[in-house]
């Protein structure tokens, strides 16, 4: 086996190395940073060169080293790769080959280019460790197009009547997503320090963001009429949200594709939008690596190995430690991020 799976994570035995392990080990190689993929407490981290400051950001003092995509690395007997997985800035599917014979393990991933992460590209692989976040033929995205048009028009919509639109997002990766399709013409923008925390490391390594207010204590909310918020959704209806006053609230998240968990959250709007790849996108990518034999790791699991295998792939589901994309408090992985 090219990779086994552990009790520590994803192990490569010809490397000695882990990927995005969750249990302290000796080398761990990490796919972007989020919470559940880069963690505490491993002796040597190797990740992208866009990856790392978010990284350090969060993990502080750690032995951390980069490379560019694409660069082959010989770690004991194999050779390692990284290719952009085109979820959040940074991010890498990683690629080893041993003897010839080559997995994939994708991370998180998602095919729709955001024009914030590098594209997505596809590799050629025997096997190939996916995702399924959203695993459902019920999940397809909107054009970032459309995306950008509804937001823009409930943004001026909510403007109009004298209110504040405040918006829950993922501090890393879809507020900056959605930052640069947001229209600075109809009002302020405003963050949410989780955000903000997000938007300085970006900004520090050379990426273009519009420009933000970052609401403190001493903020005059008063003073920024007509502004949207972007904010973790866990802040949303929290003691933080009231000095907006009147406010229309929206989720953006591939959750809103579900009428059930809108009703639930009790939000004004919901835009259907993730980091993830829908199902077509999930299709797409498993059959442009032309592999034959695809781990299942994270989502709706069952399902979508089910289907895959009913595709004619040796399909599997591999238990891991990895999280999907939630809306519920605690478990953003970007918002751990940053406090
Ligand atoms: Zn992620
Ligand atoms: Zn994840």
Same mark, same amino acid.
């Given at each position: 086996?090219? !990779?086994?799976?552990?009790?520590?994570?994803?192990? #490569?035995?010809?490397?000695?190395?882990?990927?995005?392990?969750?249990?302290?080990?000796? =080398?761990?190689?990490?796919?972007?940073?989020?919470?559940?993929?880069?963690?505490?407490?491993?002796? +040597?981290?190797? #990740?992208?060169q866009a990856a790392a400051p978010v990284i350090r950001h969060r993990l502080g003092n750690i032995h951390l080293e980069t490379t560019a995509y694409g660069t082959t690395h010989q770690i004991g007997d194999a050779r390692i790769s990284f290719h952009p997985a085109g979820h959040v800035p940074g991010s890498a599917?990683? =690629?080893?080959?041993?003897?010839?014979?080559?997995?994939?393990?994708?991370?998180?991933?998602?095919?729709?280019?955001?024009?914030? +992460?590098?594209?997505f590209e596809p590799v050629r692989c025997h096997s190939f460790i996916t995702e399924s976040t959203f695993g459902l033929p019920i999940y397809s995205w909107p054009d970032q197009k459309t995306l950008a048009s509804e937001l823009n028009t409930w943004w001026a919509e909510t403007a109009a009547k004298g209110q504040t639109a405040v918006l829950g997002v993922y501090a890393l990766g879809k507020a900056q997503r959605?930052? =640069?399709?947001?229209?600075?013409?109809?009002?302020?923008?405003?963050?949410?320090?989780?955000?903000?925390?997000?938007?300085?490391?970006?900004?520090?390594?050379?990426?273009?963001?519009?420009?933000?207010?970052?609401?403190?204590?001493?903020?005059?909310?008063?003073?920024?009429?007509?502004g949207i918020v972007l904010a973790p959704p866990s802040a949303l209806g929290s003691a933080w949200m009231r000095k907006f006053g009147v406010v229309s609230t929206g989720f953006a998240s591939g959750w809103m594709r579900l009428r059930g968990v809108r009703r639930r959250r009790a939000a004004d709007r919901g835009f259907v939008v993730s980091d993830h790849a829908d199902w077509?996108?999930?299709?797409?990518?498993?059959?442009?690596?032309?592999?034959?034999?695809?781990?299942?790791?994270?989502?709706?699991?069952?399902?979508?190995? =089910?289907?895959?295998?009913?595709?004619?792939?040796?399909?599997?589901?591999?238990?891991t430690e990895f999280g999907g994309e939630s !809306?519920?408090?605690?478990t953003d992985p970007s918002v751990e991020a940053v406090q």
């Open positions: 086996m090219v !990779l086994e799976f552990r009790d520590a994570g994803i192990y #490569c035995p010809a490397a000695d190395a882990y990927i995005d392990p969750w249990r302290p080990v000796d =080398r761990a190689l990490i796919t972007h940073g989020h919470s559940d993929h880069a963690r505490w407490g491993h002796k +040597s981290y190797l #990740c992208t599917q990683i =690629r080893v080959e041993v003897k010839g014979e080559v997995w994939v393990a994708s991370g998180d991933y998602k095919t729709v280019d955001d024009g914030l +992460s590098e594209a959605i930052l =640069r399709l947001l229209e600075p013409a109809i009002g302020p923008i405003l963050t949410h320090g989780a955000v903000e925390a997000t938007n300085d490391v970006l900004r520090g390594q050379g990426i273009p963001l519009p420009d933000t207010i970052h609401v403190t204590a001493d903020t005059d909310v008063k003073a920024h009429k007509g077509d996108g999930l299709n797409a990518a498993i059959k442009a690596t032309g592999a034959d034999r695809v781990f299942v790791t994270h989502g709706y699991t069952s399902q979508f190995s =089910r289907w895959l295998s009913e595709q004619g792939y040796d399909a599997g589901i591999v238990q !809306l519920d408090e605690g």
